[in-house]
């Protein structure tokens, strides 16, 4: 399984980023992506990046190194309410960002029981402006799969196959659990490499290799070449 598009990637702007866009943009045409798209990681978490960051990503080419660029945030999520710390930026730096995930993060907040996770997942899919749903597999989702997967789709959602979390012991059988409900309900998602580091772009760490065992149908893989993403997402670059 071929993706063409990353659209989960860090820099150095967060100190546990350990590259530059230039570098990833660099590493990315070199294993033949068509685009990638910038999304560092939100100011509530302790090295997160700063907000001006955002509304400035609009000085940024559209293409560096022959490779597309999407600007986005990996918003923190906030409580189970579903806020984030994206709703507390002003108008204008949230202006330059085209691309949101909404994801967990320890020292951010966690839910604490199946439970509060279904609840927050379903108070995120009321929201209107999230794109994909982030690293799911990381926590408690297992037992609600059934509800957030078929609810997040019907909103126009993806649900995020993380190949960094993937290759992570803690978390590989919950990835499997999630590839697997994704292909049950013939759910849409992506499939990214939330890279902290350009070598990794691209890498899938054998998560593709797994898709194919299991018949994973590519149709479902809505960044599997830019024209797909970009008609899904309606963007207009």
Known sequence: MKILTDLHTHTNTSDHGFSTLLE?????????????????????????????HYGNMIQLPRVIENVTVIRGMEANILNSTGKLDYDEMDSTDQAGIELLIASCHGGVYQPSSTDEFLELYTNLCKRDD?????????YQCTSHL???????????????????????????????RLIDACLKYNAQVCINTDTHFC???????GMDKYLEEINFPQELVMNRDLPTLLDYFKLEL
């Open 199 to 205: 070598y990794d772009i691209g890498d899938l760490n």
């Open 24 to 52: 990833n943009a660099t590493q990315a045409n070199k294993k033949g992506l068509q685009a990638i798209a910038l999304t560092n990681h939100g100011p509530a978490i302790e090295d997160g990046t700063h907000r001006w």
């Open 130 to 138: 999230i794109h994909i749903l982030g690293h799911l597999c990381r």
């Open 146 to 176: 059934d509800k957030i997967i078929p609810l997040a789709n019907s909103k126009g959602i993806l649900i995020e196959l993380n190949a960094l979390s993937y290759k992570d012991k803690r978390y590989h059988e919950n990835n499997i």
